[in-house]
């Protein structure tokens, strides 16, 4: 039974509550005597109910609308207790039956005479009130924790125990049903001590901390008494012992319950860590969701928008760079990872300066009891990775990870004498925290963020195809950023959550005498947002952040091109410059999470932002998304808003063009872009692990930059526009304790347009069917199997119709046919991971192997042309290419 | 401030050296060919084609261009050339732009000549004025014009056409030294890397050298080209500060053959190289024959030449 079906809140509480205060409300009856037991003759002092019993609410009286009172006979005993509860006047519909059945669970002060104690006869009115009950379904529940114990074998531990403490009030208790089953549903979010109590196994305790509206999952695994030590109370659940099945750090999986945005979709730990084709990183993994697309270098293409139209967050500050090289590898450690929230649009207020997608990487807490170590190598990367506490209220936790790809590429490089590396690839980045909590309302975390890509080579040969692109070669990119992180509670209906970051961001890239760029960026970024209960029925959220900063550029090069521009780098205006410019960019916002009836969940907002980089414009986001849950295990969803974005830096940068000083680098009169986005869809629960979403979306955007060759003075302008129309379908089985996966598949089509009029025409990364499916099995005995499917239509190309030879280059220009008119073939793969777990009884141990294209398929990802165009081949992606690594917990 | 996304710099690296290219190289001449044009001054004083010679002119000095050609057809063909010439359209230095409205257009073979009109002009990437040529050149064929696709034919049986653009640099200014042709005087090879026995490439083909026998690599030989001293000009250009500097020419060098196999299709001047001997490595082919050779050289400036050669392969 749902929870919220069991909710009943007779009006007698007011009574029975009134009652414990002394304020007699019970009617005492003529004293009925019994042979055995009445007494001779009425106590004096009426018996006073001490403990009151809430009694479920049937839901068939619930649905039927029946309400009223149950008139009760109670007999009670010379100690309190009811002994006997008879309806003398009933409602029927169950509610009788459950009158009873709380009646006869009070407790009473006995009756009296002559001070002595005696039995009693009374009658008693218990009361059932729709309104009541329905308005306390309502709010109440705040947050809720569910999951399921589990043994030996995996198989479900029934009839368990398991107690909930919070750190003030009374405790709670739950049974595991025979699926090893519970739920708590909570009126208050904090930090609570669970303990779970199974007969032939060995005590389990563990702290988990819930937010405010969190929906939390988890898995409790117990060892049994009779074959292992017990595992310590941690925080990471314990390990299965004895049959070496299962595997400690992924025993507790999260999913939240979406709340202020239309679609959310939530990564859970096991699912980033076994899922095939990324390696066990979280953000590759977040390519497989619906919505999209393919993409060789790690872009995160959504929607049909371009990658610079979504952002990364790691809890509230924007991350410069998401990927080392272009995609092996997330620049913040899996290991740290809390949840990854994504949304593909229409997103919730928070959010701003963005017309694509969001993805908001939750750093988790630092376990709070013990330590934990955990090491991971492959063939790409090493990293460490350790936590534990200092004190009781103090915890760290702390990362690091650095590549060896510069030896392996050095060896092959080296066997090539077009070229002579001066710094071999590496990339590095970091992790550290240290979280603190003073009081159970408050929680402190510093953290520092750090990553860094380098590569510098020497191309001894000049390139036929552009001669001069030749010399020494370097990119370098890195950020480094530390963080404060304050939470906040002020009451059960009132919290907040205040994020500053300080960092610095540095890019470099030389080409050659041809290009180079030295950018530093000095980023500040702060964000506060308060949450409360403004009534029983709606939540206001309201915040505040901002970003900006100095950013220093040294840049010698040509314009960077817009989306789907066709460049021949030899033949364009060259642009010099040394600048700064400071971006300063504020953001408001207001949103409310109304439950105007049972189910439906309405959230309009406004933001409002201000971006002095973009011709000081003001923007004015009204937004809208509803849930409703129409039927039980049936939601409607969709949405409604505007979305703006600033344009890039360098796009609107007035600095001069050292080359042609009457020019500027950028246009310092564009102003934002826009995009208006709607969506509606519905979700489907076939069970509580197997879930379907369907949704269509619409995005217009108006105000797109687009480069203007032709016009001096002014290179970019608000010119572009595009539509973007399509639909997902996610199937979806969550973790459970032997299988994951998904299928998901995407429709769509993304078209632009340069001009007002123009022809629109196809988006560069355009991918009208996405097809990825997802399974992981685990066959037992610590084996995991799982693999991934996709097929992807092929990305849009430009056909070359003919070439034209540049006598002041020596070199000849392709001449372009109708831009991405055609497209590659299409892109199918089969990656497979295969994982081993052998658990100890302080840590485990897991082995895998992946393997990316196990078939070999040649995947075509662009075409490559001989000098004058008149010959061309295809060039394919990465052939089969297995992964060996070792996970190793401690 | 937006992520900055950039790709695999080990993947472009690679693909930079071509890896993986299983298409024709440059320096290979299969086909009818174009290898530069080179412009001279014929009004100023003392400029001929054999001497150092000036490739800017003003406003109504008279140009000649010359077509750098090879056709590697047994039988000889004429080659017909369509000029097209007039102002660069204000396309922020796109040297591809051109405005048909304000052109001129001359018909013949590889050589014209043409007087620099007084109009406006475009800019080029240095911000300099400039004229745009565009040129069709037909080799064994007939020029004519397609109104459906509005592009030029060459048509006859085995014609080949190639389509050149070419930008001439207009002096509207005297304060800049004029800029000048590079030279190339000529090549020698040196057998099997040898530098102590050079051997004189000559037009007519008087170097004799061993078709390659070898069952797996052949032979390399060196070949170097002799740089005309002077070639490497000096001139004001902007730092990316926006300040004047004096630099250096860095000449980029072609070397294209009909048979045998080169190492290299170009070589360029780096700064750590300047003016170094300019040589590249090619290998005999296996069958005998004579194997025709075109080295060219230019500046980033509009300067142009080149020269070709012969070999014998015995």
């Known amino acids: 039974m749902r929870p919220r079906e069991r909710l009943a809140v007779p009006l007698s509480v007011a009574i029975v509550l009134a009652a414990g205060n002394g304020l007699a409300q019970i009617a005492p009856t003529t004293p009925q005597t019994s042979p055995q037991e009445a007494p001779a003759t009425p106590p004096t002092a009426a018996p006073r109910l001490t403990q009151f019993v809430q009694a479920d609410y049937p839901p068939e009286a619930l649905e039927a609308g029946i309400e009223g009172a149950v008139l009760l006979q109670l007999s009670v005993d010379v100690e309190g207790h009811v002994t006997d509860a008879q309806v003398l006047t009933g409602l029927g519909h169950g509610l009788d039956e459950a009158a009873v059945a709380a009646a006869r669970r009070f407790v009473f002060s006995p009756g009296r005479r002559d001070g002595q104690p005696v039995p009693a006869v009374l009658r008693y009115r218990y009361r059932f009130s729709l309104a009541a009950a329905r308005a306390a379904q309502q709010p109440v529940v705040r947050a809720a924790l569910h999951g399921t114990v589990r043994g030996a074998g995996e198989n479900p531990v029934a009839s368990a125990v398991v107690t909930l403490t919070p750190a003030t009030g009374a405790p709670r208790e739950a049974r595991t049903d025979a699926q090893g089953a519970f739920r708590f549903e909570l009126d208050a979010a904090g930090e609570f001590r669970v303990s779970v109590r199974a007969e032939g196994y060995r005590d389990y305790d563990v702290t988990e901390t819930l937010r405010e509206r969190d929906d939390v999952g988890v898995t409790y695994r117990l060892s049994a008494v009779s074959t292992e030590p017990a595992p310590a109370a941690t925080n990471t659940p314990a390990t299965t012992r004895g049959d070496g099945e299962d595997e400690a750090g992924e025993a507790t999986v999260r999913a939240r319950r979406p709340a202020r945005e239309v679609t959310r979709q939530t990564l859970e730990f096991r699912e980033i860590l076994r899922m095939p084709g990324t390696g066990g990183d979280a953000l590759r993994a977040v390519q497989n969701f619906p919505g999209v697309a393919r993409a060789i270098n790690g872009l995160l293409i959504v929607r049909g928008s371009t990658a610079q139209d979504t952002q990364i967050f790691a809890d509230g500050t924007l991350i410069p760079i998401v990927y080392h090289f272009g995609g092996l590898s997330s620049v913040v450690s899996s290991e740290l990872l809390d949840h990854i929230d994504f949304y593909p649009g229409n997103f919730s207020a928070r959010y701003g300066r963005a017309q694509g997608g969001i993805v908001d990487v939750g750093l988790r807490s630092p376990r709070r009891e013990g330590w934990r170590l955990v090491a991971n190598v492959n063939l790409i990367d090493a990293s460490l990775f350790v936590e534990g506490a200092i004190t009781r209220n103090l915890s760290f936790a702390a990362s690091f990870r650095r590549s060896y790809i510069d030896a392996v590429l050095g060896a092959v490089l080296s066997g090539i004498d077009a070229v002579t590396i001066t710094s071999l690839p590496v990339y590095w980045d970091y992790q550290a925290m240290l979280e603190w909590r003073p009081t159970t309302r408050d929680r402190l975390r510093l953290a520092m963020l750090g990553s860094d890509d380098s590569f510098a080579v020497v191309l001894n040969r000049p390139n036929e195809m552009a001669p001069r692109f030749a010399g020494s070669f370097s990119t370098g990119i890195g950020f480094h950023t530390g963080q404060l992180l304050w939470e906040h509670t002020f009451s059960s209906t009132t919290s907040s959550r205040a994020v500053v970051s300080l960092g610095r961001n540095a890019i470099n890239f030389g080409g050659g005498e041809a290009f180079g760029l030295d950018l530093t960026f000095l980023q500040y970024t702060a964000r506060y947002e308060l949450s409360t209960q403004l009534s029983r029925r709606i939540r206001g959220n309201f915040g505040i952040d901002i970003v900006g900063g100095p950013a220093t550029a040294s840049f010698n090069g040509i314009r960077p091109p817009t989306e789907g521009q066709q460049v021949d780098p030899g033949n364009v205006a060259r642009v010099a410059t040394n600048s700064t410019d400071t971006l300063y960019r504020p953001g408001a916002y207001a949103e409310f999470e109304m439950s105007p009836m049972r189910g439906l969940r309405l959230v309009p907002a406004v933001r409002i932002d201000y971006s002095r980089d973009a011709n000081r414009s003001w923007n004015i986001n009204p937004r809208l998304a509803f849930r409703w849950e129409f039927l039980p295990t049936w939601t409607l969803k969709g949405g409604v808003g505007q979305f703006n974005q600033p344009p890039q830096p360098n796009q609107t940068s007035g600095a001069p063009n050292n080359y042609f000083p009457s020019q500027t680098v950028g246009n310092p009169f564009l102003r934002t872009q826009r995009s208006i986005q709607y969506s509606l869809g519905f979700e489907h629960d076939f069970s509580r692990y197997v879930s379907l979403s369907m949704e269509g979306f619409y995005k217009t955007l108006d105000d797109q930059v687009v480069s203007q060759q032709g016009i001096a003075n002014t290179p970019y302008l608000n010119q572009g526009g595009g539509r973007i129309y399509g639909g997902e379908i996610l199937l979806r089985h969550r973790p459970n304790s032997r299988f994951f996966g998904w299928l998901a598949y995407t429709i769509s089509r993304s078209e632009r347009r340069d001009s007002p009029g123009a022809d629109y025409r196809i988006f560069q990364f355009d991918q009208t069917h996405i097809l990825t499916a997802i399974a992981s099995v685990r066959l037992g005995r610590g084996w995991e199997v799982g693999a991934r499917f996709r097929l992807v239509s092929g990305n849009p190309t430009t056909p070359v119709v003919g070439s034209i030879f540049n006598g002041d280059t020596g070199t000849y220009s392709q001449i372009p046919g109708v831009p991405f008119s055609t497209r590659n073939n299409p892109f199918h793969q089969l990656d497979v991971r295969i994982d081993k777990t052998w658990n100890f009884s302080r840590g485990s141990l897991n082995l895998f192997l992946e393997v990316l294209n196990v078939y070999n398929n040649s995947n075509p990802e662009g075409v490559q042309y001989n000098y004058n165009y008149t010959q061309s081949q295809t060039v394919t992606g990465i052939p089969i290419f297995p992964n060996l690594g070792v996970r190793v917990e401690y | ?314």
């Open chain 2, 1 to 314: 401030m937006t992520r900055v996304k950039h790709l695999p710099f080990a993947l472009a690296a690679l693909a930079a050296v071509g890896c993986g290219n299983d298409l024709d190289p440059a320096w290979k001449i299969k086909t009818f060919r174009v290898f530069g044009v080179r412009i001279d001054n014929v009004s100023r004083a003392g400029a001929t084609p054999a001497n150092p010679d000036a490739t800017e002119a003003s406003p109504g000095e008279r140009v000649a261009l010359t077509l750098a050609y090879v056709d590697p057809s047994t039988t000889p063909r004429a080659v017909q050339v369509v000029w097209i010439i007039g102002a660069q359209a204000s396309r922020m230095g796109n040297t591809i732009g051109f405005d048909p409205t304000t052109a001129d257009i001359l018909m013949g073979g590889a050589e014209q000549s043409y007087t620099v009109p007084m109009r406006a002009y475009g800019v080029d990437p240095q911000g300099r004025a400039r004229l745009q040529a565009l040129a069709f050149a037909c080799a064994g064929g007939t020029v004519g014009f397609d109104a459906t696709t509005r592009q030029p034919t060459c048509t006859g049986t085995g014609a080949e056409s190639v389509l050149i653009t070419r930008s001439l640099v207009v002096r509207t200014a005297e304060t800049d030294p004029i800029n000048h042709n590079p030279g190339l005087t000529g090549a020698v090879l040196y057998l099997n890397g040898d530098t102590t026995r050079p051997v004189p490439l000559t037009v007519e083909g008087d170097a004799r050298v061993p078709r390659c026998t070898a069952s797996d690599e052949c032979p390399q030989h060196v070949i170097e080209l002799t740089v005309r001293d002077g070639s490497r000009e000096t001139y004001t250009a902007r730092n990316t500060a926006g300040d004047p500097v004096v630099q250096p020419e860095r000449l980029q060098f072609g070397y294209f053959v009909t048979d045998g196999e080169m190492d290299l299709t170009f070589y360029v001047d780096t700064a750590g190289r300047p003016s170094g001997p300019v040589r590249n490595k090619w290998s005999a082919p296996r069958t005998p024959g004579t194997v025709r050779m075109l080295f060219s050289a230019q500046d980033t400036r509009g300067g142009f030449t080149w020269i070709e050669r012969r070999v014998t392969v015995e």
